[in-house]
């Protein structure tokens, strides 16, 4: 079994040290969350708490996709979410680059 948690920055409660799980789920399987498990959490929280205490969304590399970052966009959440570093992606003049290299250090 699985947690799915939410972890992210809330205006003006975010600490390093007193930074806790606000929602959860238990997944009854292996592997990571889908987007449809993942707005759901989110949504419990905007139910709750209003989409305005959201400053931002941080996750790791399992949390990505397509549809999710479409959905964070459109619902105009921020978020920082780490990805591989063999992940292609564009830059802002919509070249194609993966962090792998874009991170090297110079010899």
Do not use: H
């Not at 987007?35 to 399992?62: N, P, S, V």
């Not at 397509?66 to 591989?84: M, Q, S, V």
């Amino acid at each position: 079994m699985n947690i799915n948690e939410l972890m992210g920055i809330l205006n003006g409660y975010f600490s390093w040290n007193k930074s806790r799980m606000v929602f959860w789920d238990l997944l009854p399987k292996k592997g990571n969350s889908n987007t449809t498990e993942r707005i759901k959490i989110i949504d419990r929280f905007i139910k709750q708490f209003g989409k305005t205490m959201i400053a931002g969304l941080l996750a790791d590399r399992e949390f990505v996709g397509d549809d999710w970052f479409n959905w964070l966009l459109t619902e105009g959440i921020p978020f920082c979410i780490r990805i591989k570093g063999n992940v292609i992606t564009t830059n802002a003049r919509a070249m194609a680059f993966t962090y792998e290299i874009s991170l090297e250090r110079p010899q």
